[in-house]
């Protein structure tokens, strides 16, 4: 029996204990290292191997052979044994649900998008379709189709950008009264929300693109008192259960009669009291609105005879203004968040 064999053991053993204390894959490493590395203990041992007299040499080489096989089997064991020690750590690595989350930076809903939203709803209940239309029109929908003829000075009012002498961008969106009875027999109740546009200098009170949202019904038997209880309907909606509505005389080509339609002061609540909104008379206007004009029922197609209808015209931004008691239209599209936020 060779001497190397009570050598071998004995680091065999020293390798053991090690290998029994290590918890973590970095000092096994080392410990491989230290005992089969190229310098390691078994190496060393190995090298003596020149030494011996040439017939033990097999025979030896055989003995570390054998060795080095096993302490490879008790670090691989080493090995799997702290794998399995992450592992379980892992798994009973305890989360805490009610830990408070970070705040996120959520954006918040534009007032004018939440408005037109809550017409939209207040209207869809009603039992109305909203839809939308382009921003660009021909004219022949723009002015002609809505009883506004080449010629009639209230094309001038509306002051439009013009994109061809026959195109341009809808200063309105009652084009949509006109697509919508194109295209659907009678009765027809619908919303049309959108952006419109009109060559108007931007100032306090003024933007050149701003939102309305159209209204349309046309029935058998619609009359004035309709349009009056679904405006009236609307403003409580969007300003509180104790609004009131006022229409006063007006002229659009496309109604007939026509109105213009006031809302209570929702800063003064109507008093008119030194009011900066209303500059003291108690109302709000919100738009236009009236009967639909015969020519109008007729163009689409419509008998005037059969069916009658109302339209009103509301402007988005206005209502805004008043709802959040804004003094400057402008304060809508700069870019301030942490002041749209606050208006909900
Ligand atoms: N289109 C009109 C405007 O922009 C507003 C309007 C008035 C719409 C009367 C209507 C209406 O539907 O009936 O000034």
């Known amino acids: 029996m060779s001497a190397l064999q009570p050598q071998l053991d004995e680091i065999a053993r020293r390798l053991r204990d090690a290998a029994d204390a290590v918890n973590d894959s970095a000092e096994l490493e080392e410990l491989r290292v230290r005992f089969l590395g190229r ?25 570390i052979n054998d060795a080095v096989a096993q302490m490879e089997m008790v670090l691989d064991a080493a090995s799997a044994r702290i794998a399995r020690g992450a592992l379980d750590e892992e798994l009973q690595r305890r989360i805490d649900v009610t830990f408070p989350a970070p705040d996120a930076a959520l954006g918040s809903i534009h007032p004018v998008r939440r408005i037109i939203e809550e017409i939209a709803e207040t209207f869809e209940r009603l039992g109305f379709a909203t839809v939308l239309g382009a921003e660009v029109e021909p004219s022949y929908y723009t002015f002609d189709a809505l ?41 027809v109740a619908i919303l049309a929300p959108g952006r419109c546009y009109r ?4 100032d306090a009170r003024h933007l050149f693109q701003f939102h309305q949202v159209e209204g349309l019904l046309v029935a058998e038997g619609i009359n004035f008192g309709h349009l009056k209880g679904a405006l009236a309907h609307l403003s409580r ?5 104790d609004q009131r509505v006022r229409f006063r005389p007006s002229f659009f080509p496309f109604t007939e009669p026509s109105a213009e339609v006031d809302t209570t002061c929702p800063k003064c609540k109507g ?10 008379s108690g109302w709000i206007e919100i738009g236009g609105a009236g009967m639909v004009h015969p020519n109008v029922l007729r163009e689409v197609g419509y008998d005037p005879a059969e069916v009658s209808g109302w339209a009103f015209g509301v402007g ?8 959040y008691e804004i003094d400057d239209i402008r304060r809508l599209i700069e870019s301030e968040p942490d002041f749209l936020r606050q208006l909900q």
């Open 316 to 323: 988005v931004e206005r209502i805004a203004l008043a709802r």
């Open 199 to 202: 060559r108007d200098a931007v």
């Open 271 to 280: 008093s008119g009291a030194s009011c900066s909104m209303c500059g003291g």
């Open 237 to 241: 909606t969007l300003f509180g259960p």
């Open 39 to 63: 310098s390691g203990e078994v190496t060393l041992v190995r090298r003596g191997i020149g030494a011996l007299p040439p017939a033990e040499r097999p025979d030896a080489g055989k003995l």
């Open 147 to 187: 009883n506004i003829p080449a010629d009639h000075p209230a094309r001038e009012g509306f002051d439009s950008f013009f994109i061809t002498p026959e195109l341009l961008l809808r200063p309105h969106t009652s084009p949509m009264q006109i697509r919508t009875m194109q295209q659907h027999r009678p009765p």
